[in-house]
């Protein structure tokens, strides 16, 4: 079965709108996980645009299954991760103008950065995977440098309709059978959906995928718990055809 992932970032951008201290994604962390979350993912972004510090410390005491914390590559980051130790980190690009995360990592380019960065997480036996695109080569290289796991990137996916998606989608089980092929754990996410993510989830060996976005959009209409057993129960829905 596909785990879920819930990222709650979002409920903390609303928050930090005002600088207030709700609504609160330790909350609303909780609530996904009595919806039926596998797993929360927090985004520490370098200019704490909306998780915080001290959220991150929280949730690593409340939360009771697997706390996913993503990323950048930084030294200061590092050293966030090697104190609080999350079950697993996930090294993703970031750049201050973007709204959200725009692409996978360029492993190839950052190759030795990034394999030094890996090497500081995993001998604290922190699990290390890496955003990246549907491609064969970043495949490879992350194998190589020593990831755990690989997270696909779902966006060109889910940003495109008709002929072009289902190219995408080729594209992308492409990329978690080769991966899968040489050893490496296999996600996906980024700009999944209600409409969109089943035939994502059914993909044949694929780990986990991990929403945000679509599902606190959702939980503003219909509340957390609920956004997060629908979408859980188009992913059992999805494995179940498989």
């Known amino acids: 079965m596909v785990i879920l992932g819930v990222n709650v970032d979002h409920v903390a ?16 962390a909780t609530l996904a996980i009595l919806g039926g979350a596998d797993g929360i993912t927090v985004h520490l972004r370098e200019d704490r645009r909306h998780i915080q510090d001290r959220d991150l410390k929280i ?11 993503e990323m950048a590559a930084t030294e200061e980051m590092i ?6 130790k999350p ?3 996930t090294l993703v690009p970031e ?9 996978g990592l360029n492993v190839i380019e950052l190759k030795t950065h990034l394999r030094e960065a890996i090497k500081k997480i995993k001998d604290q036996g922190i699990p290390v995977s890496l955003f990246i695109n549907p491609d064969r080569a970043s495949i490879e290289c992350s ?4 990831a755990d796991m690989v997270e696909i990137h779902t966006g060109y996916y889910s940003e495109t309709k008709g002929h072009s998606q289902f190219k995408e989608l080729e594209r992308i089980k492409d990329a978690v059978a080769f991966s899968l ?9 980024h700009g999944l959906n209600y409409y969109n993510v089943k035939p994502v989830a059914a993909i044949k060996g694929l780990r986990g995928l991990y929403i945000g976005h679509s599902i606190i959009a959702r939980a503003i209409l219909v509340g957390i718990a609920r956004a997060v057993g629908e979408m859980k129960n188009l992913i059992k829905e999805a494995c179940m055809n498989v």
């Open 13 to 28: 951008t609303v928050r930090q709108a005002r600088k207030t201290f709700e609504p609160d994604p330790v909350m609303a």
């Open 59 to 69: 949730l690593r005491e409340v939360v009771p299954c697997e706390l996913n914390l």
């Open 79 to 84: 050293n966030i991760a090697l104190a609080v």
């Open 87 to 89: 079950d697993m980190v």
């Open 95 to 103: 750049k201050r103008q973007e709204l959200t995360t725009e692409g």
């Open 143 to 146: 194998k190589e440098i020593g």
């Open 181 to 189: 092929s040489i050893g490496l754990k296999t996600n996906a996410g």
